[in-house]
């Protein structure tokens, strides 16, 4: 799965690597989590980019409460197609959610340990999404996503055995574009990143609590830093 990830790189870098102008107003965050509202690109007409600010946790179109939300963080690639919640959204909004990298728990004993995962060359990732509009919750329209999830690769598998779906930029035109025709080139790219692509490091349980979402996040657990003072 996926339930937290940081988009920390500045607004220049993040601009350049999306090809388009940025909101103003837009920060670095190191902890994101589900229900919060982060950066979420929508494809237009044409194959133009546009940048939204959205919730995470996909409300469909139908329901009538948030209730949903929580359990709709991530869609599975392999049954996207099939689900209600999530086939129209699938067909007809996809999108991609920029990051640094994303966060995920190693189970140990009793004690979960956590990682960040992020590219070994410091790019960028863009995550496959989709997004969803819904108009029952009250007077203004909430607009909702979920990020789409592969089997791991080589570098996640003893980690999790759940990874975000990431779209290499070069295939973003292809997954953005909705008019129908290339239905089996979208399900070509609902694949696992290729192996070792990504890099683990463990991290400070700092991040287990949503409230902290400052560049410590990122830090070595205190014994390896007490480590590289012997």
């Known amino acids: 799965m996926c339930g937290r990830f940081a988009l920390y790189a500045d607004k220049t870098m993040l601009e350049l690597f999306l090809g388009i102008s940025l909101f103003p107003g837009f920060s670095a965050r190191y902890n994101l989590a589900p229900s919060q509202s982060c950066l979420f690109i929508k494809g237009e007409t044409g194959g133009n980019l546009s940048p939204s600010n959205l919730s995470w946790g996909l409300i469909p179109a139908w329901a009538k409460d948030k209730s949903m939300a929580g359990k709709m963080i991530n869609a599975r690639a392999e049954t996207i197609t099939e689900k209600p919640s999530f086939k129209s959204a699938f067909n007809k909004r996809r999108g991609i959610i920029p990051a640094n990298g994303f966060y995920e728990w190693k189970t140990t ?73 290339n239905s089996a080139d979208i399900a070509a790219l609902l694949q696992p990143a290729p192996s070792g692509f990504l890099q683990l490091k463990e991290v400070r349980t700092l991040v287990n609590k949503v409230a902290n979402d400052s560049p410590e996040c990122l830090l070595p657990p205190a014994r390896d830093l007490f480590s590289d003072l012997d």
């Not at 909702?144 to 003893?158: G, H, K, L, R, V």
């Open 109 to 181: 004993g009793k004690s979960k340990k956590p990682f960040f995962i992020s590219p070994k060359d410091q790019s960028l990732l863009g995550f496959g999404g989709i997004w969803e509009s819904n108009t029952h919750l009250g007077e203004e329209t909430i607009e909702t996503f979920s990020i789409i999830t592969t089997a791991a690769n080589q570098d996640m598998n003893e980690l999790h055995e759940r990874m975000p779906l990431i779209i290499p930029k070069g295939s973003w035109k292809t997954w953005l574009n909705h008019e129908g025709g």
